[in-house]
Each structure stands twice: as structure tokens, then as C-alpha cells.
Nanobody, 126 residues
């Protein structure tokens, strides 16, 4: 497993943009499918976006498709989430996650991910 640290959350007005970053420790990062999840108060974590180890495949929840973009830089052990056209309903805590096993397809199931960051708050005002 890897240690993950997110950054880039904050407060933004509706229609604005934020870029989340997640830095991983450990040499296994480049073999792991990575994902971003988010959590609303009182709700379970939900899948936002995922990317496979070599970046050739990505997946997005329908609620963010066309607005959010996931990317990674294996040389920097980092994964990013560019969030544009933000809406108040995007408000929540965003988590970076690393798949438990290497070289897997993108999955939307939180239990498939064994490494998690501490989360970063995103607040979008109307």
C-alpha cells in the first residue's frame, strides 16, 4: 500500500474551478489504479473518477462527466482532479484512493481500494 496526501481543496463560488492533488509515497504507485471519491455529510463515500496505472483508461461518475478530469504523473507519484464548472452539490470531502492490487481496471467500489488519503474539503457556494 501507499501513503496518500491530498491538497487543493477550498472554497469557491459556483461555476469556479479547483484542482486537487494527491501525492503518494512508495514505489508501487505507478502500478496502481487510482481514484477520487467524495463524501457528503451522513452519506457513504461515492466514486467520482478513476484512472488506470498507465493512464490509458479513465472512468467518471455521470454527475461529473464533462466537468472533472482525472490525470496522473507517475514520475511525480501524483494524481490530480481538475474540477471545472463547480456546483453547490459538489460540496463535500474529497478522498484520493489507491487500489489494493496492482494493474487493475478502474472500479467504482470503495472496498477495492486499500490506501486512502485524509481527505480535503471542497465547498462550493451558490
Amino acid at each position: 500500500q501507499v501513503q496518500l496526501v491530498e491538497s487543493g481543496g477550498g472554497f469557491v463560488q459556483a461555476g469556479g474551478s479547483l484542482r486537487l492533488s494527491c501525492v503518494a509515497s512508495g514505489r508501487t504507485f505507478r502500478s496502481l489504479t487510482m481514484a477520487w471519491f467524495r463524501q457528503f455529510p451522513g452519506k457513504e463515500r461515492q466514486f467520482v473518477a478513476g484512472i488506470v496505472a498507465n493512464s490509458v483508461s479513465t472512468d467518471y461518475d455521470d454527475s461529473v462527466k464533462g466537468r472533472f478530469t482525472i490525470s496522473r504523473d507517475n514520475a511525480k507519484n501524483s494524481v490530480y482532479l481538475q474540477m471545472n464548472s463547480l456546483k453547490p452539490e459538489d460540496t463535500g470531502v474529497y478522498y484520493c484512493a489507491g487500489h489494493t492490487n496492482p494493474y487493475r481496471e478502474v472500479t467504482r467500489t470503495a472496498s477495492d481500494f486499500g490506501s486512502w488519503g485524509q481527505g480535503t474539503q471542497v465547498t462550493v457556494s451558490s
